[in-house]
C-alpha cells in the first residue's frame, strides 16, 4: 500500500473514530438529562411530602400545650401516625432518588467502560497504520506523491491527526478518571441508600407501637373521658417511684432513674447542657435498633480507623479487648460502637485523653497510620470528672459526661429546642449529614423523650 493510500485509510479511520466518540458524548449527556428530570420530579414530591410532616410537627406541638384528655391525647396519636406514616413515605422517596442515582451511575459507568475499551482498540489500529506511515522513506514518500506540494499537504494533515491522537489520549485518561471517581460515589450512595432502608425499618416499627398503644387506649376508656382522667391519675409516679424506676442503658443493663439522673446533672453543671436532653439521647440510643453489645472488635469494628484505638483503650483500662461487648457491623456499614453512649473509639479518643503518635493529637492520621498512647495531661473526660483514671466508655458516669461533652461541642448547650435537635442529629448522623431531612426522625424522637424526662423531673424537683 502507497503513503497516499494510507494516509487516506488512516483519515478516515480517524475521522470514523472522531464520529463514535462525539455520538458517545451525546448519549451521555441525554443520559444525564434524563436522570436530572426523573431526580427533579422526585424532589418536588420530597418537598411537599416535607410540608406536610411540617404541618404535622406544628399540630402536635400544639396539641401538646393543651389540657390533658382523650380527645387530644387520641388526635396526638392520629398526629404522630400521620407524621410516621409521611416519614416512612419520604424514606421511600430519598431511597426511589438514591437508586436511580445509582442506576444511572452505573449505568454510565458501564458506558465508559465501554467507551474506554472501544477508543483504545481504534485507537490502537490508528497508531498501527500511524507506525507504518512513519516507516515509509522520505524518497518513498516524495516518489509517491508526485510532487512536492502534495507531499506537504500531506505532512501538515498527517502531523494533525498525531496532534489530534495525542488530545484522545489525554480525553480518554480523563474519562477514565472520571469513571473512577463516579464509581467512588456510587459506593458512597449504595451505603447511604442502605442506611435509609434501615432507617425505614425502624419508622415502620414505630407505626406499628403507635397504632397499638392508641387502640388499648379507646379499647380500655371505651371513649370515656371520665374513664381516662382516672388512668391517668392512677398512672401519675410519685417522686420515690420516679426515682426507683430504672433507666435502660446500652451494653451495661440498667441502672436506677435517679442515679441516671445524678450523673446527667452533674453532667450538665459542667457542660451546661440540659440533664433531661442528655437523658433523651441515652434513651434514645438504647432502644434504636439491635446492634448492642453482640459485636467483636475483630470482626465488626473498622479495620484502620478503630481497632488500633480499641486495642489501646482495652489495654489502659486493663480488659481483654475479647471479651468486651461492643455493637455488631450492620448490614450498610461499620459497627464496635462502645458502651451506653455508643462511641466509636475513634471518636472516644477525643474526649479520653488517648493520642495518635503521628499528628500528636486524638485525629487519626492519614490513611489511619500511627501509633496510639494513652496521655492523662490531654484527658478531658478526668479534668471533667476530677478523677485521675483513665475513662471508661462502659462506665455510665464516663459515658454520660462524654456524651454532655460531646453534645456541648455539638451545640446543644445553648439550650434552644433548635440547637438541641440540631445537637441530637449531630450526634447521631455526624455533622455533615445532620441536616438531612432522612434522619429527622432521631432529633424528633429526642426531643420527645427529652420533654418526658424533664416533666419526671420537675415532678422530683417539686417533691
Request: net charge negative; glycine share 6%; with cysteine.
Amino acid at each position: 500500500m502507497t503513503f497516499k493510500e494510507s494516509f487516506k485509510f488512516l483519515f478516515i479511520f480517524f475521522l470514523l473514530f472522531v464520529l463514535a466518540m462525539s455520538i458517545a458524548t451525546l448519549v451521555f449527556a441525554q443520559a444525564s438529562t434524563n436522570i436530572s428530570g426523573r431526580r427533579a420530579e422526585l424532589q418536588q414530591e420530597l418537598a411537599e411530602i416535607e410540608k406536610e410532616i411540617e404541618e404535622q410537627r406544628v399540630f402536635l406541638e400544639s396539641k401538646q400545650k393543651e389540657r390533658v384528655s382523650l380527645e387530644r391525647d387520641v388526635a396526638i396519636f392520629d398526629a404522630k401516625i400521620d407524621k410516621t406514616e409521611l416519614d416512612v413515605r419520604k424514606t421511600d422517596l430519598n431511597i426511589r432518588a438514591l437508586s436511580r442515582d445509582i442506576g444511572g451511575k452505573e449505568q454510565t459507568i458501564t458506558e465508559l467502560d465501554l467507551k474506554v475499551k472501544r477508543e483504545k482498540k481504534s485507537l490502537a489500529q490508528i497508531l498501527r497504520r500511524t507506525n507504518e506511515i512513519d516507516n515509509f522513506s522520505l524518497v518513498e514518500v516524495i516518489l509517491d506523491n508526485k510532487n512536492l506540494s502534495d507531499f506537504f499537504e500531506d505532512v501538515d494533515s498527517f502531523n494533525s491527526v498525531k496532534l489530534a491522537l495525542q488530545e484522545s489520549f489525554v480525553e480518554i485518561a480523563g474519562i477514565k478518571n472520571y469513571t473512577e471517581v463516579e464509581k467512588v460515589s456510587l459506593e458512597g450512595k449504595k451505603a447511604e441508600e442502605q442506611d435509609l432502608r434501615q432507617i425505614q425499618v425502624l419508622q415502620q416499627r414505630r407505626i406499628e407501637e403507635q397504632k397499638t398503644e392508641r387502640k388499648e387506649i379507646l379499647d380500655i376508656t371505651k371513649g370515656q373521658e371520665a374513664v381516662y382522667q382516672n388512668i391517668i391519675n392512677n398512672k401519675e409516679k410519685t417522686a420515690q417511684e420516679i426515682r426507683a424506676e430504672l433507666f435502660v442503658l446500652r451494653d451495661t443493663g440498667a441502672i436506677p432513674f435517679g442515679k441516671a439522673l445524678a450523673l446527667a446533672e452533674q453532667a450538665e453543671a459542667r457542660t451546661g447542657v440540659r440533664a433531661a436532653f442528655i437523658l433523651g439521647i441515652l434513651a434514645e440510643e438504647s432502644n434504636l435498633g439491635e446492634n448492642v453489645g453482640t459485636g467483636t472488635w475483630r470482626t465488626d469494628m473498622h479495620p484502620n480507623r478503630d481497632r488500633p484505638v480499641f486495642a489501646v483503650v482495652a489495654d489502659t483500662l486493663g480488659f481483654n479487648p475479647d471479651d468486651l461487648p461492643v455493637s455488631r457491623k450492620p448490614w450498610y456499614g461499620w459497627g464496635g460502637a462502645m458502651g451506653p453512649a455508643q462511641f466509636i473509639p475513634s471518636t472516644w479518643a477525643c474526649f479520653a485523653g488517648y493520642v495518635n503518635s503521628l499528628t500528636g493529637s486524638c485525629r487519626w492520621g492519614k490513611g489511619y497510620t500511627g501509633t496510639w498512647s494513652y496521655n492523662v495531661s490531654k484527658d478531658r473526660i478526668r479534668r471533667l470528672i476530677g478523677e485521675n483514671r483513665p475513662a471508661n466508655p462502659w462506665e455510665p458516669q464516663d459515658a454520660i459526661m462524654a456524651a454532655a461533652d460531646l453534645l456541648d461541642d455539638n451545640g446543644a448547650s445553648k439550650g434552644t429546642y433548635q440547637a438541641e435537635r440540631l445537637a441530637a442529629l449531630r450526634y447521631f448522623a455526624g455533622w455533615a449529614n445532620a441536616t438531612k431531612s432522612a434522619y429527622a426522625f432521631y432529633g424528633d424522637d429526642v426531643m420527645e423523650l427529652a420533654t418526658f424526662y424533664q416533666k419526671q423531673i420537675d415532678i422530683l424537683k417539686n417533691s
